[in-house]
């Protein structure tokens, strides 16, 4: 299951880079303190990620996991990240609510020199030693398009019902969709295209 593959990577690469990188504790008894800001949590997908999260921190009683909610809000997520610089945290990881106005949050992490990983969806211009952990959108639009062709008999009228329409992950999906189609189904006609805003 993708959720469990992601849970697999993502908790790792925060710990690793945590440790390699962040402030570690002074004595045993301190805990590592990873903040996560995620863009929803009113969200079928997002709850999956963040009781994997959850579960993961209640396995390690030596690191404190501290997940809030941004409510789709870009700039209530800034101050949250703000918060978790200004409470010395470890490491800090962010399920982005716009991957367009990731730059304030990424520059102050960075300038405090504390580990960044964005999860699930990809900032715009990712800079070096930052870290990303998710799925490669366009890939996993081709892969979409692949099965759905295959059942359709590679014939018939298809509606693309996309996520947010400035949003990587769902700009990524359609246009690999749009790429299987134009590229091995072109039985398959593209009729509409509406947002559903995930």
Known sequence: MKLIKLAKVFIPAVAM??????????????????GVTMALFDDVW??????????????HPDVDLTIVDANND???????????????VDAVVVLPVDTAATGPM??????????????????ANLPKGVVY??????????????????????????????GELDNEAAIGRTDGIKKVAKEKFP???IVREETGNW
Do not use: C, H
């Open 187 to 189: 039985g398959i006609k």
């Open 74 to 88: 870009t700039a209530k997520q800034v101050g949250q990240v703000e918060n978790f610089l200004a409470q010395g």
């Open 133 to 162: 952990v998710g799925s490669e959108s366009i890939q996993a639009g081709i892969m979409n398009m692949e099965e759905l062709g295959k059942a359709m008999g590679g014939k018939g009228n298809l509606a693309i019902l996309m």
């Open 17 to 34: 880079l945590t440790m390699a990188f962040g402030t570690p504790p002074a004595n045993a008894e301190q805990k590592v303190k990873i």
């Open 106 to 123: 990424t520059k102050s992490v960075v300038a405090a020199g504390k580990p960044l990983i964005y999860v699930n969806r990809l900032p």
């Open 46 to 59: 997002l709850t999956y990620v963040r009781d994997a999260m959850t579960a993961w921190g209640k396995k």
